[in-house]
Nanobody, 119 residues
Framework: QVQVVESGGGLVQAGGSLRLSCAAS????????MEWYRQAPGKQRELVAA???????TYADSVKGRFTISRDNAKNTVYLQMNILKPEDTDVYYC?????????????WGQGTQVTVSS
């Protein structure tokens, strides 16, 4: 079993910055792609950014140039640096970790962390 724990959310004014962290506990399984999603009430969860185990990144168009995803493989931790935050970035942010085991890949989600951007 893999546990995924996010931290770093909070309240910030528009134009400010926040850094989210997500740690996946796994001493046995390989951590593959790590991703950040966000979801507002009544809306579908959307992919914000992703990073593969070898460092390739993907971003949603809405956050390109403002958000940066990175990871520390030694710590099984992924980060999301969010700059120039806008009120529309207000959401619950979730971390998803893809874990490889026995030729299969499994997904694990964190509990979510609230990000609120005031105008």
């Amino acid at each position: 079993q893999v546990q995924v724990v996010e931290s770093g959310g909070g309240l910030v004014q528009a134009g400010g910055s926040l850094r989210l962290s997500c740690a996946a506990s796994s001493s046995i399984f390989s951590i593959n792609t790590m991703e950040w999603y966000r979801q507002a009430p009544g809306k579908q969860r959307e992919l914000v950014a992703a990073i593969t185990s070898d460092g390739r990144t993907t971003y949603a168009d809405s956050v390109k140039g403002r958000f940066t995803i990175s990871r520390d493989n030694a710590k099984n931790t992924v980060y999301l640096q969010m700059n120039i935050l806008k009120p529309e970035d207000t959401d619950v942010y979730y971390c998803r970790t893809l874990v490889g085991s026995g030729g299969n890949e499994y997904q694990y989600w964190g509990q979510g962390t609230q990000v609120t951007v005031s105008s």
